[in-house]
């Protein structure tokens, strides 16, 4: 019975196909939305998209208390970094940020080559009470990588060194400014990976990942980046290198104070460097997209999978059907293997026996079919075919800003509560809003509920904050579960985090940067 069942899923076809470039897509494709969704900003500038007010004037801030750029403090870097290291022109790339949402007017780009630099550029701001917002990738949602006003824009894309890979210690050492997709790739080499993978990783850095202790789609397998980052290097505010590498898993010297730097988001330190614990690439991975009809059937198939494919269990994800079609009519080169249900999981195991682990998943997925949990799906093995389905995920996020206006949240929920909130938010919306969606890392109680609109406008903004932060505040959950406070959320830090918490983290601001010049205006206000 099970096995006719099984049958009846349509399995992927194990021929190659045309993946490998679609996995690259949102770097290489070519985007003409007014919102832009190329994966690099910087690639976006002469597209024709709408470039944003600047948020200065938006947003009404009260410019910071720090000095103005004056001609001897850029011919200073000139000097210290070289002409070529220094743009003091077309800087829109490094103004905006990849939403699109957040703009600043910083006049002046600096691109250090090492440590030393960047320490030297930390000494010259600190004294001279210049305000500076490191940069990575660019790719954060929550507008924390731009300048609000006028601050100095560091860019750490010139230190893109992946220094060591050791396949005996799986111990990896970089430099920050590396983007992750070519990490990745270095420990691919050896046998390891990065264990940390999202859908901007053709663009996002590692120092930016760290900054933001992204997420992404392994954290039910290999936890967050406060275990993998086994040590950093930070620069402060005042141009002091704060060496604390380790090489080691274990090593409890006192405090731990890499931990500072992880998700801090620029505003303690620039990370410069740093070590990661890298575990094997699996051998065999296997990917089931699979179709349900209740949030009910899904957390069903969520503990089963749990309790059924253990070990092996790599990824959890949810998309509903909102978000799926959106990005099925927007990218017409994604290829779903199912439709017609609301929700979808795509689920994957990682494992070191080919056969043991499909035989595991095939199980799994007959089980839940005779169950009535899961109604259709398919799994495949075949490399080609998982980054086909990969793809149809990674694409989604961008799907909803393609054509739209998007409010984002990321937000971490009970699991029991998890999907109530998109259909309260798309009532609490009406007429107003196009798509309202929820989709993320079920594995990881991390909900992304996305709100789509024609263009902004305050009637909807109203609708919906500060009532999702409260909602979920009331739920004990998190207003932010991945993405960062940045710029967008600091005033809402207090939903997630009382006084007292929020009183320490002023006070550990102040002690690391007392000028307040590093990433001024994000996090807290
Ligand atoms: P940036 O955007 O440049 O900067 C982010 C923050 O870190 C800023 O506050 C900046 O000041 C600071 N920063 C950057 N580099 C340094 C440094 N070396 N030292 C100190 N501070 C620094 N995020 C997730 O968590 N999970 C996901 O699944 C995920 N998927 C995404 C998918 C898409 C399509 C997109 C566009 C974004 C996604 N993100 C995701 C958000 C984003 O990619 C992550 O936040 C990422 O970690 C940012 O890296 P970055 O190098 O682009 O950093
Ligand atoms: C993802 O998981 C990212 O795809 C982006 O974290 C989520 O854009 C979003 O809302
Ligand atoms: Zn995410």
Redesign the pocket.
Same mark, same amino acid.
């Given at each position: 019975m099970r096995f006719q069942r099984l049958l009846q899923m349509r399995r992927l076809a194990t021929s190659a196909s045309a993946s490998a470039t679609l996995m690259r897509a949102?770097k290489q494709t070519t985007h003409h939305s007014t919102m832009g969704t190329s994966?690099s900003v910087r690639t976006m500038a002469g597209s024709g998209a709408a470039i944003p007010e600047l948020t200065q004037i938006t947003d009404n801030v009260q410019r910071g208390n720090y000095a103005t750029l004056n001609d001897a403090d850029v011919a200073h870097f000139e000097k210290l970094l070289g002409t070529n290291h220094v743009l003091t022109e077309d800087l829109e790339g490094y103004n905006i940020c990849?939403l699109k949402r957040i703009r600043g007017n910083s006049k002046l780009v600096l691109k250090p080559g090492n440590t030393e630099e960047v320490a030297a550029i930390m000494r010259y701001c600190n004294e001279r009470k210049l305000a500076v &917002? $490191?940069?990575? #990738?660019? =790719? !954060? *949602?929550v507008g !924390? +990588?731009v300048p609000i006003c006028d601050e100095i824009v560091l860019s750490?894309q010139r230190l893109n060194k992946v220094l060591s890979v050791d396949e005996v210690t799986g111990i990896a050492i970089v430099e +920050?400014g590396c983007i992750l997709e070519n990490f990745d790739q270095r420990a691919r080499d050896v046998g390891l990976t990065v264990p940390l993978d999202? /859908? @901007?990783k053709a +663009?996002?850095?590692i /120092? #930016?990942?760290v +900054? =933001?202790n @992204? #997420? !992404? &789609?392994r954290v039910v397998r290999y936890g967050n980046l406060h275990g993998s980052v086994l040590g950093v290097e930070a620069v402060l505010a005042n141009g002091q290198v704060l060496d604390l590498m380790s090489n080691f898993k274990k090593d409890n010297t006192g405090y731990h104070m890499k931990h500072l730097f992880i998700g801090s988001? #620029?505003t303690l330190? &620039?990370?410069t460097k740093l070590s990661m614990l890298c575990p094997h690439s699996s051998k065999a991975v296997n990917v089931a997209f699979i179709g349900l009809n209740s949030f009910d059937d899904v957390l069903k198939t969520f503990v089963s999978a749990k309790r059924n494919l253990g070990e092996i269990l790599s990824s959890c994800e949810l998309i509903d059907e909102r978000a799926l079609n959106t990005a099925l009519q927007q990218f017409k080169f994604l290829n779903a293997p199912i439709s017609g249900f609301p929700f979808y999981m795509l689920i994957e195991t990682s494992g070191s026996n080919g056969d043991h682990d499909e035989e595991k998943i095939n199980q799994f997925i007959g089980d839940g079919m005779e169950r009535g949990e899961i109604q259709d799906g398919t799994v495949t093995g075949d490399p080609g075919k998982v980054q086909e389905i990969w793809k149809i995920r990674e694409m989604v $996020? *961008?799907g909803l800003i393609e054509k739209s206006f998007c409010f984002k949240y990321d937000i971490s929920l009970p699991l029991r509560d998890f999907y109530s909130i998109v259909d309260v938010m798309r009532e609490r919306c009406g007429s107003l809003a196009t798509i309202v969606c929820g989709y993320g890392h079920l594995g990881d109680s991390n909900l992304h509920l996305n709100v789509s609109c024609d263009e902004f406008n305050d009637e909807i903004y109203k609708r919906v904050e500060p009532f999702v932060y409260e909602y979920t505040s009331k739920l004990k959950g998190s207003i932010s579960a991945?993405? !960062?406070i940045?710029f967008l959320k600091k005033d809402y830090l207090h939903y997630s985090k009382n006084s007292v918490a929020i009183d320490w983290m002023r006070d550990m601001k102040k002690l690391l940067d007392p000028n307040g010049i590093l990433?001024p205006y994000?996090v807290l206000n």
């Open positions: 949102p994966l990849f &917002v $490191p940069q990575g #990738g660019n =790719t !954060g *949602l !924390g +990588s750490l +920050s999202l /859908g @901007a +663009s996002c850095h /120092g #930016g990942n +900054s =933001t @992204a #997420g !992404g &789609v988001e #620029g330190g &620039v990370i $996020p *961008l991945e993405h !960062g940045g990433n994000k």
